[in-house]
């Protein structure tokens, strides 16, 4: 038998394992390579892997959009049975979270995009055209594009493009609440191309400020920086901006020093109101210490080539001369989305009005999620009479302490908002909601429940619905929940997994998003307390959760405020704020790219910045 070296043996086994290559390559370069690889990987044997092909037509999925909604449900779609059909005017998925970073160079624009025929399972049949819909006609199950090439395949500008299963996740655009001169002479920041655009024209300022003959007051004005919305968005590249000048740019352009102004425009009277109020308080101190002008209660009226005017709450209008803008107020509705709401009669709305399955209202076959849509959850009062007669199974007029107790179980699953008034008012179950309610005798087991009283345990409920925010994790979450649905749906279409149906018969295919279904509580709970939806976490160790995405999870959120120092506010009322989140962020934010190729990018990017500083160049 031949002899070989430790050597040969090595190189045979690469050889014949190439895939061992890419593993220790992926170890040495993070030590946390090889968690994440078997976390990307992990998603592909959930499923049994690829559905075997039965001869049957595969149903044509069209997915409009290929931000993080519609990128998170390509990616999680693991059924051969479909055929994805993606349309958007982009052909990569951008990690938006770091479109500020990319503004200054501190990451670069290839750096945070993955083209999106790189991402998606292998055994799904997918294929992808770069055009913009401008129509949905859900009458003849057709979308309306326009070729961004100009052309289609058969030389013709607009397309049409049939569906079986419609997704829109479109996103939304900037909202400039049709304020004067917005459009014409301001910054956005939703895209890549957004980001580029912004960071030539920071460069671009600093070369103009460095001409001869300029007078101070040009100067001046080219060199402030207005940012108008104390959000995130608006904050964070405020942050990025001013470590950009003040370690970069200064140096390298001696004119400029003393004259650089950055201010932040907010309506409300704090920034950040989304976070935690010690957050709120240590931004506005530490931007007041780097000099970033933040100007509360300061609301924009009109927008002109050179200068902005803002008003107070005290309606004293003020006229601030820039030399560059970047507006960063919230979102607003795309017309396509617009149009159609205006068919399917919900021309009103801000947002598409979805199920508590991300289905479009009024519609059977059209999904929306993401920044585009809104979930809007049933009202418990809505539906209490039908409650009261599915849970009065011997038809008697009155429910049972047993039979209330085996209804609020679908109540929970079905209206979400239970559980959370449970929560807010500390109870522990159906003893101490009919308290509530003074209804008599609770703590006898042959109470009985008549439809007024039944209401009035009810009655105050839906006083704890809530609506989820237009964030990148919510549209992620959205995306694997409704992918999971899809890979389920002839299983449950068999054998429906979802709570009753309180306005039908039988039960719903599918569990709704946002809910969550504890399996073993009622071995955690005290016996008057079983049977019901009562949340007591303290014996959560003890509580299994459904194996699939049925409920979105906040993760916590990030605000970058410069100077190697971050806020972060995560689940639990924990809240950092100092150099140690700025690493959390990084390891956060690298490990949640959509690819290793991006991954290694972003991190290298980083590190060039640490070593050499950012890149002034104006390209």
Known sequence: MRNFSVFERFSKAFKDHPSLTRILVVSTISGGGLIAYSEANASYGANGGAV????????????????????????????????????????????????????????????????????????????????????IDPASKKVYCRSKQGLSSNGKKEFSVDYDYLVI???????????????????FLKEVEDAQRI???????????????????ERKRILHFVVVGGGPTGVEFAAELHDFVTEDLVSLYPRAKGSVRITLLEAADHILTMFDKRITEFAEEKFSRDGIDVKLGSMVTKVNEKDISAKTKGGEVSSIPYGMIVWSTGIGTRPVIKDFMKQIGQGNRRALATDEWLRVEGTDNIYALGDCATINQRKVMEDVSAIFSK????????????????????????????????KSKRMRGIADLLKEAETDDVSKNNIELK????????SQVDSQVKFLPATA?????????????????????????????????????????????LRGISKTLSQDTTESCALDHKGVGKMELIPYIIRYRHLGQFAPLGGEQTAAQLPGDWVSIGHSSQWLWYSVYASKQVSWRTRVLVVSDWMRRFIFGRDSSSI
């Open 473 to 517: 994790q919510v549209a992620a979450q959205q995306g694997a929940y409704l992918a999971k649905c899809f890979d389920r749906m002839e299983e449950c279409e068999k054998s429906p997994e979802g709570p009753i149906r309180m306005r039908g018969e039988g039960r719903h295919r599918f569990r709704p998003f946002r809910i969550w279904k």
């Open 52 to 135: 075997v092909e039965t001869g049957t037509k595969k149903k044509k999925v069209v997915l409009l959009g290929t931000g993080w909604a519609g990128t998170s449900f390509l990616k999680n779609l693991n059924n051969s049975q479909y055929e994805v059909q993606i349309i958007s005017p982009r052909n990569y998925f951008a990690f938006t979270p770091l479109l500020p970073s990319v503004t200054c160079g501190t990451v670069e624009a290839r750096s945070v995009v993955e083209p999106i025929r790189n991402i998606g399972r292998k055994n799904v049949d997918t294929s992808y055209l770069e055009a913009e819909c401008f129509k």
């Open 199 to 217: 960071r030539k024209t920071v460069i671009d300022s600093f070369e103009k400020a460095s001409l001869p003959e300029l007078s101070d007051e």
């Open 169 to 187: 996740a479109t996103g939304a655009q900037s909202n400039t609440f049709n304020i004067p001169g917005v459009e014409e002479n301001c910054h």
């Open 451 to 458: 439809i007024e009283e039944f209401k009035s345990a009810l």
């Open 391 to 422: 849970a009065d199974k011997d038809k008697s007029g009155t429910l049972t302490l047993k039979e209330f107790q085996e209804a609020m179980d679908d109540i929970c699953v079905r209206y979400p908002q239970v559980e959370l008034y449970l």
